[in-house]
């Protein structure tokens, strides 16, 4: 018997699913079209980021994951927790479609340190929006100042190793700084 309380979660997986098929249909590739996929992919400079199941962009959509669920914590208390998730899902799945997108693609080449990026590869933005649940379920689980933390330990992380991370991204995307991308090309 179909429960109720359950089809929140449906629904999310069918935002999951539809985003993919949607991907497919934009034309994006499923997998590398180097003829194969990595579990991790760490270069940047060849073209394929982007194109493996993990890269160094992954832990930004776990942090997705932690806002989203503090944002729906405390704008949607009311609501089941499977509502929330619906709608962390659904900004998620936007975003990957938007991103893929040619004029996002080619504002990231234009205005960011990502000159080689070709979009994501199917098989990575799916990797990216499991990487937001994950990171949902730790913030629904961790205690605050966990969650913090492993925002501020992955931001550190990637702008210590990749010279970028979310809150650079974000800046980049929005409002472009030559002094930022200067810095994001010196050689590391």
Do not use: K
Not at 2 to 24: E, I
Not at 136 to 165: C, H, K, N, Q
């Amino acid at each position: 018997m179909f429960d109720r309380r359950h089809m929140p979660y449906w629904a999310v997986f069918v935002v999951f699913a539809g985003s993919l098929v949607v991907l497919l249909a934009m034309g994006r590739n499923l997998y590398c079209p180097c003829g194969y996929v990595l579990p991790w992919y760490s270069g940047d400079d060849s073209g394929q980021g982007s194109q493996h199941l993990l890269d160094w962009y992954a832990p930004s959509h776990l942090i997705h994951g932690i806002l989203f669920y503090g944002i729906t914590f405390l704008t949607m208390r009311r609501f089941a927790l499977g509502w929330r998730l619906l709608v962390a899902t659904v900004i998620e799945c936007a975003w990957e479609i938007a991103e893929n997108t040619e004029a996002v693609i080619n504002r990231y080449r234009e205005f960011t340190v990502s000159g080689e990026y070709w979009g994501d590869a199917v098989i990575n933005s799916g990797a990216d929006i499991l990487a937001m649940f994950l990171g949902f379920w730790m913030a629904l689980r961790l205690p605050i100042w966990a969650s913090v933390a492993i925002i501020i330990g992955f931001e550190t992380l990637t702008t210590y190793l990749i010279r970028d991370g979310l809150a650079l991204n974000i800046i980049m995307l929005l409002v472009p700084s030559e002094a930022i991308l200067e810095w994001q090309s010196a050689a590391g």
